[in-house]
């Protein structure tokens, strides 16, 4: 619906537990992202990231507040196919080729259009992506030598690139990526940013991205959320005003720097349970 953010956190509390020993992962969270912007969450290990992933992919919902996508719960927008997610490690079919393991979800999805279609304000959207567009896609993240290979015979960071083009095929409006480069060398993590950002300029899919790197954070995102624990809330948030698109010339510019020092030292309050 025109007007309606792609995601909207009113007021969230998620608690594990009861009595004193009761966690409280997340406290009055309130998050607004507008359709088409790349968002990061980062903060201190405990802060509730991941709590707050699970909540907006349906997998739990809150204690008090509300989570909306596109206007409806989590769970009517996975019905309809609009939320994607990217774990920590990729989760291939391992006797399926790169190829198929891009194409296949995208048949099986078909039947999502209608779902769609059928929420308030949503129209009819474009076809899912021929298989044609699929290898395009595959060949600009430089898959296209491997596409027939099975995720055995692919190095780490493959993988995960197919995971990436995986879900950006199935062109889902809200795409929730949970840390996906973490277990990556830093070159294969540059490159994979670089990817990334290429496939989401192409796109422009609302990215809700999980991160602990400062510097992955600025490169990527339009906004960093940073968070602190106990309880998990949110403490700042930071626009990151840079050109688009973010080469790697930029990673050395004064400018990149000062968004670093800028979140490192909000992170350094988060730590020391400071804070907004
Ligand atoms: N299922 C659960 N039962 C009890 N406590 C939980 C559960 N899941 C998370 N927690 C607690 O909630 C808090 C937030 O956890 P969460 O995993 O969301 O943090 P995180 O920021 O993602 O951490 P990390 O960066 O280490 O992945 C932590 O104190 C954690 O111990």
Redesign the pocket.
């Known amino acids: 619906m025109p007007g309606t953010p792609a995601l909207e956190l009113r007021s969230v509390r998620r608690v594990?537990?009861a009595g004193p020993s009761a966690?409280i992962?997340l406290d009055d969270v309130a998050v607004t992202v507008a359709a088409g912007r790349f968002v990061s969450l980062i903060?201190?290990?405990?802060?509730?990231?991941?709590?707050?992933l699970r909540l907006v992919a349906g997998l739990e919902r809150p204690d008090r507040g509300e989570v909306l996508v596109h206007g409806v719960t989590p769970a009517e927008a996975c019905a309809a196919k609009l939320i994607g997610l990217v774990p920590q490690s990729p989760a291939l079919l391992p006797w399926l080729s790169v190829l198929r393991n891009v194409t296949l979800p995208q048949k099986i999805n078909r039947g999502a259009g209608g779902r769609r279609a059928r929420l308030p304000g949503f129209t009819e959207r474009e076809a899912a992506p021929s298989v044609a567009h699929t290898r395009d896609l595959l060949v600009r993240a430089g898959l296209g030598e491997v596409v027939h290979r099975v995720p055995a015979q692919l190095s780490g960071g493959m993988r995960q690139r197919v995971a990436i083009v995986r879900a950006f095929g199935l062109r889902p409006d809200l795409l929730v990526m949970d840390e996906p480069f973490s277990a990556l060398d830093e070159f294969t993590r540059e490159s994979l940013q670089d990817q990334l950002l290429d496939l989401w300029e192409e796109l422009r899919t609302t990215v809700l991205f999980?991160t602990?790197s400062v510097t992955e954070a600025v490169r990527l995102s339009d906004t960093v959320v940073v968070?602190a624990?106990g309880p998990?809330r949110i403490v700042e948030t930071v626009e990151i005003d840079l050109p688009r698109p973010r080469g790697e010339r930029l990673l050395r510019e004064r400018r990149f720097h000062a968004y670093e020092d800028l979140l490192r030292e909000r992170l350094r309050r988060a730590w020391h349970g400071g804070g907004a």
Do not use: Q, R
């Open positions: 594990y537990g966690t992962a903060g201190p290990s405990g802060c509730g990231k991941s709590t707050l999980v602990h968070m624990p998990g």
